[in-house]
């Protein structure tokens, strides 16, 4: 049998000045001859960072990484990128996903790798190294950095983002004081990894999971459970035959396994941001992937995780429950996964999961007798948002579901800030909050600011919730009847740019409507006098940002990366 050529050996194979190059500085380390001679290169790309609390244990994860490649004969190579910090980066860590993915797709590309395990754990850390692998499609596994443990407070479980949004509400409701407030915020966080509610990074790894490309058992895994680090020495491991039997990533990531993750996403009532990532994932790999899809795939999916913040429990008790394997068992049983997807570690998905064993019932429960019915995330449609517009049904408020009210709206988030504390606003609790110029082009970024504060005059009386409509996102960690994403987004004249206050909006889950009701005569005239905001983008990459991002509902992503561009060795430039 003919040995196949590794990537590589473009680089260390070479007999000549340049084949001197690379392999001489490389040897700076102790490296023998023999490491450079037939063994696989493989890549770990890491995101850790002290500006990234969530990923802050990565040099230990890929040291387990880097023994696995060892085991198996490989020849381990660590290099960083770009680290998206949701907690510090401003003004949101999702105007950097692209560039991040850049940085992955690149540094990919241009050096002698035949495989790559990705370090991610942080909201868009994972999505960002899942678009930049992609691109290059070469063999790949993602391994998450898993969640924190779960937070207590007062001899009660808080969660992350989750409690949050809850003690701030009752912090400026006059309910708790500023001490306790301080207090909550050094028990809520007490250990290595990332959100451990079902937020956008406990979603993102479910979906690395789902999606094949991490190994069973990748999602939920607590950061500072030893088996974390026996997953990543095992990815180590596997990745060297992945190479050895070329299984590229474009092998994993097909459609099939996209359509499985959108339904995962709906049996663990997961984050809405995950409808952008996987498009712009999808899109990256050659599958084409659109609302349409969330919405059909999502129908009739039940929520299964009593999770934050849907529900009651943290992702510690979702991994002692079995984890993400009892959720696909469960959605395999009733026929809603394609169980012959391929997975990283050679065998499908189904053959994975089959007999996995739920040990809290409580907090996994069966398709039979779910935790919440019908909870896939609902795309909306009507003269509000004629290319689309999202719900994300298991953290709404049921008898909100179905509802017509006037508009208040708010022109930006500085807008917002501004009035949402003044006793006089007029708003009640049968009002529909607006928020404009908060998508991809108009923060720029499309910050998580989707979940507007509710006014204190409101708080004080009880309400928690009302409907509230943007083009902004949402955090993972967040609930609340929230619609979101709203498509064309207010900055690129969408409709929502034409809403005043006094307007009527109803909408309609059941139906999949959103609509202002306003005539189309009125709407003309509005869009006439219509001025667009100045641009955010003056110079370097924010302007680049501004001029190419797609909107939400084509993933957010930059028009000119959208696609394969290969793992083409670049030209010699000696």
């Known amino acids: 049998m003919t040995k196949r050529k590794l990537r590589s050996e473009a680089w260390f194979a070479r007999q000549d000045k340049m084949g001197f190059y690379y392999r001489s500085w490389l040897k700076n380390r102790g490296f023998p001859q023999d490491q450079f001679e037939g063994r696989p290169v493989i890549g770990i790309c890491n995101t850790w960072s002290e500006l990234t609390p969530c990923n802050s244990h990565f040099r230990t994860i890929a040291e387990h990484v880097r023994f696995g490649v060892l085991d198996a004969g490989g020849f381990p190579l660590e290099f960083p990128v770009m680290s998206l910090g949701e907690t510090m980066l401003r003004p949101t860590a999702m105007l950097y996903r692209n560039l991040a993915s850049m940085d992955v797709e690149e540094s990919i590309r241009a050096n002698p790798l035949d495989g790559v395990v990705l370090l991610m754990g942080c909201d868009k850390t994972t999505p960002a190294l899942l678009m930049g692998a992609s691109s290059v499609d070469i063999p790949t596994i993602g391994v998450s950095g898993g969640p924190m443990l779960r937070g207590i407070h007062c001899g009660k479980p808080i969660g992350s983002g989750t409690n949050v949004i809850s003690m701030s509400e009752q912090l400026r409701a006059g309910q708790i004081t500023l001490q306790e407030f301080h207090e909550a915020e050094a028990d809520m966080h007490r250990s290595h990894g990332h959100c451990m509610t079902m937020g956008t990074a406990s979603t993102m790894a479910c979906m690395v999971e789902a999606l094949g490309v991490g190994m069973p058992g990748n999602a939920a895994i607590p950061a500072v459970d030893a088996r974390r680090n026996l997953i990543a020495r095992e990815a180590g491991r596997r990745i060297v035959e992945l190479v050895q039997s070329d299984t590229k990533l474009s092998e994993i990531l097909t459609r099939e396994a996209f359509e499985n993750a959108i339904r995962v996403n709906a049996g663990i009532g997961g984050?809405?941001?995950?409808?952008?990532?996987?498009?712009?994932?999808?899109?990256?790999?050659?599958?084409?992937?659109?609302?349409?899809?969330?919405?059909?795939?999502?129908?009739?999916?039940?929520?299964?995780?009593?999770?934050?913040?849907?529900?009651?429990?943290?992702?510690?008790?979702?991994?002692?429950?079995?984890?993400?394997?009892?959720?696909?068992?469960?959605?395999?049983?009733?026929?809603?996964?394609?169980?012959?997807?391929?997975?990283?570690?050679?065998?499908?998905?189904?053959?994975?999961?089959?007999?996995?064993?739920?040990?809290?019932?409580?907090?996994?429960?069966?398709?039979?007798?779910?935790?919440?019915?019908?909870?896939?995330?609902?795309?909306?449609?009507?003269?509000?948002?004629?290319?689309?517009?999202?719900?994300?049904?298991?953290?709404?408020?049921?008898?909100?579901?179905?509802?017509?009210?006037?508009?208040?709206?708010?022109?930006?988030?500085?807008?917002?800030?501004?009035?949402?504390?003044?006793?006089?606003?007029?708003?009640?609790?049968?009002?529909?909050?607006?928020?404009?110029?908060?998508?991809?082009?108009?923060?720029?970024?499309?910050?998580?600011?989707?979940?507007?504060?509710?006014?204190?005059?409101?708080?004080?009386?009880?309400?928690?919730?009302?409907?509230?409509?943007?083009?902004?996102?949402?955090?993972?960690?967040?609930?609340?009847?929230?619609?979101?994403?709203?498509?064309?987004?207010?900055?690129?004249?969408?409709?929502?740019?034409?809403?005043?206050?006094?307007?009527?909006?109803?909408?309609?889950?059941?139906?999949?409507?959103?609509?202002?009701?306003?005539?189309?005569?009125?709407?003309?005239?509005?869009?006439?006098?219509?001025?667009?905001?100045?641009?955010?983008?003056?110079?370097?990459?924010?302007?680049?940002?501004?001029?190419?991002?797609?909107?939400?509902?084509?993933?957010?992503?930059?028009?000119?990366?959208?696609?394969?561009?290969?793992?083409?060795?670049?030209?010699?430039?000696?």
Not at 374 to 387: E, F, K, M, T, W
Not at 406 to 432: G, K, P, Q
Not at 541 to 569: I, M
Request: proline letters at 6%; one cysteine or more; charged letters at 25%.
């Open 271 to 574: 984050s809405t941001n995950a409808v952008v990532h996987l498009i712009a994932i999808a899109r990256r790999i050659g599958v084409k992937l659109s609302l349409d899809d969330w919405d059909r795939l999502g129908r009739g999916v039940h929520c299964l995780v009593d999770i934050m913040p849907s529900g009651r429990y943290l992702m510690e008790d979702f991994f002692e429950a079995g984890g993400l394997p009892v959720v696909i068992r469960e959605l395999a049983r009733h026929g809603l996964l394609h169980e012959n997807a391929l997975t990283v570690n050679g065998r499908t998905i189904g053959e994975n999961n089959r007999d996995a064993q739920c040990w809290k019932p409580d907090v996994v429960r069966s398709f039979d007798e779910p935790f919440k019915h019908d909870s896939g995330i609902a795309v909306l449609r009507g003269n509000l948002a004629p290319d689309g517009a999202i719900i994300k049904p298991s953290a709404a408020s049921p008898h909100l579901l179905r509802h017509t009210g006037r508009a208040v709206v708010f022109e930006s988030i500085e807008d917002l800030n501004a009035r949402i504390n003044d006793e006089a606003l007029d708003i009640d609790e049968s009002s529909v909050m607006v928020l404009k110029y908060c998508g991809p082009k108009g923060y720029p970024g499309m910050a998580e600011v989707g979940n507007m504060p509710l006014p204190p005059k409101l708080l004080k009386r009880g309400i928690t919730d009302i409907v509230r409509i943007s083009d902004a996102r949402m955090s993972g960690t967040a609930y609340g009847t929230v619609v979101l994403h709203t498509a064309p987004e207010s900055a690129a004249g969408g409709p929502l740019a034409l809403v005043q206050n006094g307007d009527m909006i109803t909408l309609d889950v059941a139906e999949r409507r959103l609509h202002v009701n306003v005539d189309d005569e009125e709407l003309v005239r509005r869009r006439a006098a219509w001025t667009p905001p100045a641009s955010h983008g003056e110079r370097g990459y924010v302007k680049l940002y501004v001029d190419h991002v797609l909107q939400a509902n084509d993933g957010a992503d930059l028009d000119f990366l959208v696609g394969r561009s290969g793992s083409a060795v670049p030209r010699d430039n000696h």
